[in-house]
Each structure stands twice: as structure tokens, then as C-alpha cells.
Nanobody, 113 residues
Framework: VQLQASGGGLVQPGGSLGLSCSVSGSASSPNILGWYRQAPGKQRELVARANSAGATQYGDSVKGRFTISRDKDTVYLQMIGLKTDDTAVYYC??????????WGQGTEVTVSS
């Protein structure tokens, strides 16, 4: 089973960027697909996640600016109004309850002028 993320890059403050992450090799869709991020010197934190029923949860720092959406085995993160504090490595994560979870490889997002 693999989670393949894409879409990171360099963007100016106030700009927009989209990420996507697809699950492959799994017999069942994950119960939860989400995004986490880790900035240099900081702990990994929740950005947003969505369950298979469409319910979503956001980290406080991204509410109103980021939108998560999901299409079965693919999860998207649309980011607008990006700030320098959003600079981090973004990781997708799939959770299969009760069997376990899996991290994808990170994709870098750099917000800088």
C-alpha cells in the first residue's frame, strides 16, 4: 500500500496552492485521509482530514483558508491566502480502522517572497 502525494512548491505570501494524495495497492479505502505538516524545529501537526462519510476536521491555524476534499482514495488540499507560517513539509496519512495507518512521503510547501 502506498500514498503518493504531489503538488508542493514555492508560492508567494497570499498565493494559492493545491496538493493531492492518492492511495494505491489497498483492498479497501481508508476510513480517514488527511494532511499533516511539519515545519523545521516544530512537531508534526494536523492540517485537515476527511473521513469516508465526508466529515472534515481542520487545524485551527488553517480554518477558513484551506479546504480538504476527498474522492474515495484520493484526497485534495486547496490552500489559499498562504502565509510564511504555512511553510512546511506536508504529509498525507491514511487510517484504516482498526488495522492501522500509513504515511505518504512528504511534499514541501514554501511560502516566501
Amino acid at each position: 500500500v502506498q500514498l503518493q502525494a504531489s503538488g508542493g512548491g514555492l508560492v508567494q505570501p497570499g498565493g494559492s496552492l493545491g496538493l493531492s494524495c492518492s492511495v494505491s495497492g489497498s483492498a479497501s479505502s481508508p476510513n480517514i485521509l488527511g494532511w499533516y505538516r511539519q515545519a523545521p524545529g516544530k512537531q508534526r501537526e494536523l492540517v485537515a482530514r476527511a473521513n469516508s462519510a465526508g466529515a472534515t476536521q481542520y487545524g485551527d491555524s488553517v480554518k477558513g483558508r484551506f479546504t480538504i476534499s476527498r474522492d474515495k482514495d484520493t484526497v485534495y488540499l486547496q490552500m489559499i491566502g498562504l502565509k510564511t507560517d504555512d511553510t512546511a513539509v506536508y504529509y498525507c496519512r491514511g487510517e484504516w480502522q482498526p488495522s492501522g495507518s500509513l504515511w505518504g512521503q512528504g511534499t514541501e510547501v514554501t511560502v516566501s517572497s
